[in-house]
């Protein structure tokens, strides 16, 4: 027991002072946070507007009150609209909407046109058959929630089956991956990456040290040889005949591809 | 025999680090005496205990379960038995155990009990039988060698290859190939144990078998002279290989090797070994008693790979997790 904590005392303290460090200078950059809300213009529990009329009341309703819990961890207003309106029967269209929505009404937690999200749904096919979808990001939850991030999580909306289903299950996962992502103190990586690492290093850890070989073959060729080498008496290296080969040479092309919003849009 | 102290009567024995013969009871220096003992020996000349059960069919010298004495048995050193050369041990028994707690002390799987005092102290010193060979070989070689050119040509990539035809004749002379006598040591950890410093040879003394266990050989030089020729064509072709550069590839298609023996002479070389029991196995450790080298392979304790494993495991994860708080603050 004693070579063994011997053995881990230094990872042990190091694992320590880490600790330690990481939960003062957390708790100090948390404690500098401003958690107050700062907007009078915008009503935040008004946030749930099923134009589309998608969802029950209650279901509008549970959506609404999660939105406002939601809202005071990550800090940013978070708004949900459903619409029925061929005139947004285009991405480009929906877009517009959702960020101008944001202008029009002052939404923002921090201030007025600060950081918000919304999400608009428009359910009337477009031309190319379509419902089209966008989530716009203001403020400084912009910096919090990237583009792609928008894109990966409006790809839960494949899962709605049909224009008659009921999207509140969708809805509730959207706007709580968006709070998650949009949070101000936003690990760089996941715990399952944690755990990983940690499965593979003690893994690798374990190989080491459990494969053991015999010995080192510390003689070699000259060892037993008298005189240390032996007399080479004949060495000739002679030319035969020489093949050439040819093959074509495989040719590739590529190429490749701003505002006061961000966002990402979807179409199913 | 026996050699016995002349001022006290004990069991006098070679001691590496004095490099001479030693009593361990009165300390006297160069005080033995031999005692022949009855062709076929069957008690100890210096308590009279049974000694059938330390006497194999091979052993030449053992140490009496009694009293300890360290016997050699006068037949099995003689006649046709009779050792030419020996290299007296060099590494005590101290030494020894320093040298395995210097190579495996450090592993952290090994059983606890595997480098403790009262399991290293077991370990014994023994000489084991090799014959020791000298070859003339003329070797003769055939092999294809390829040189690979590559260029563009507009849309094209050529590859040239060139074959050669490798000739080489090599002629050598080995001077004693060793190769062990005995059954019971195990061929691979033998080879392992080499090279030994050949400056060390002696003509065969008795007196330097006592206080270490001994075999005789168990199979006589014309069983044993294909091992030699294994290891001296292995060196050759090695040799061969040297001689060859400048090449994409190489392919051998024949060597032939005229090894002419030209002498064969019986050894005995030191050897420490130590036997740890673990989980019904017998794990065997050899320290080269001339030359300190260690040869083994340590068992695994399954409770410590877990204990260790879950351990390491955790300190990461955590660690892992209060990076992630840190970094957190920043992003």
């Known amino acids: 027991m004693i070579k063994y904590l011997r053995y881990f005392a230094i990872p042990i303290i190091v694992a320590f002072v880490l600790t330690v460090i990481s939960l003062s200078v957390h708790s100090g950059v948390e404690n500098a946070i401003d958690y107050e809300r700062h907007n009078d213009v915008w009503d935040h529990t008004d946030c749930v507007y099923d134009l589309a009329c998608k969802m029950t009341d209650e279901e509008a309703e549970e959506l609404r009150a999660y939105i406002v819990e939601l809202e005071e961890e990550c800090l940013a207003d978070i708004v949900v609209i459903t619409l029925d309106d061929p005139e947004y029967g285009y991405l480009s269209k929906v877009r517009e909407y959702a960020d101008s929505f944001s202008e029009e009404y002052g939404t923002g937690y921090d201030y007025p046109g600060g950081s918000s999200i919304v999400f608009v749904d428009n359910w009337s ?101 008298k005189g240390g080498k032996g007399n080479l008496k004949v060495s000739t290296d002679t030319f035969r005949n020489k093949t050439v080969t040819r093959r074509k040479i495989e040719t590739s092309s590529g190429g490749g591809g701003g505002g006061s919003h961000g966002g990402g849009g979807h179409s199913r | 025999m026996i050699f016995k102290c002349k001022n006290c009567g004990g069991n006098t024995i070679y001691d590496p680090d004095k490099g001479t013969m030693c009593c361990p009871h009165c300390d006297g220096l160069d005080s033995e005496e031999k005692v022949t003992g009855t062709e076929t020996m069957k008690s100890c000349l210096s308590c009279g205990a049974p000694l059938d059960e330390v006497i194999g069919e091979h052993t030449s010298a053992t140490r009496c379960p009694n009293c300890g004495s360290y016997i050699i048995l006068d037949e099995r050193v003689q006649g046709a038995y009779t050792p030419k050369l020996i290299i007296p041990f060099k590494v005590s028994k101290n030494k020894a155990i320093d040298l395995l707690h210097k190579e495996f002390g450090r592993r952290v799987f090994t059983p606890s ?219």
């Not at chain 1, 990983?196 to 070699?220: E, F, H, M, P, R």
Request: glycine share 8%; hydrophobic share 40%; net charge negative.
């Open chain 1, 125 to 225: 096919r477009g031309g190319d058959g379509k419902i089209h979808s966008w989530i716009s990001t203001t403020g400084a939850v912009r910096e919090r929630l990237s583009d792609s991030e928008c894109d990966d999580i409006l790809n839960i909306l494949d899962e709605i089956e049909g224009d008659y289903a009921d999207p509140y299950d969708q809805y509730r996962e959207i706007v709580g991956k968006l709070a998650g992502k949009a949070m101000p103190l936003k690990p760089p990586y996941s715990m399952l990456i944690a755990f990983i690492v940690a499965v593979v290093v003690a893994g690798i850890y374990i190989i080491i040290n459990i494969t053991s070989k015999l010995g080192d073959v510390t003689t070699n060729s000259h060892t037993y040889v």
């Open chain 2, 113 to 331: 009990s595997f480098l403790s005092r009262a399991s290293v102290s077991k370990i014994e010193g023994t000489y084991v039988p090799f014959f020791m060979y000298d070859y003339n070989t003329d070797s003769d070689y055939h092999g294809t060698g390829t040189k690979v050119r590559t260029w563009r040509s507009g849309q094209y990539e050529y590859t040239e290859t060139s074959y050669f035809d490798i000739h080489r004749e090599l002629e050598a002379d080995f001077d004693k190939v060793p190769v062990d006598a005995s059954d019971y040591m195990d061929d691979q950890c033998m080879d392992l144990m080499e090279p030994y410093d050949y400056a060390a040879l002696e003509g065969f003394m008795e007196k330097y078998m006592s206080g270490y266990l001994g075999e005789k050989y168990n199979r006589d030089e014309e069983e044993l002279a294909s091992r030699a020729v294994k290891k001296l064509t292995d060196a050759i072709e090695s040799m061969i290989g040297d001689s060859i550069s400048g090449y994409a590839t190489v392919s051998k298609k024949s060597l032939n090797v005229d090894a002419k023996k030209k002498l064969a002479q019986f050894a005995l070389l030191p050897v420490w070994e130590y036997v740890f029991s673990y989980g019904g196995e017998d794990y065997r450790f050899f320290v080269n008693g001339q030359t300190g080298k260690v040869v083994g392979r340590t068992p695994v304790a399954k409770g410590k790979v877990f204990a260790y494993g879950a351990t390491v495991f955790g300190v990461i994860f955590w660690i892992m997790s209060m990076i992630r708080l840190l970094l957190a603050a920043f992003v």
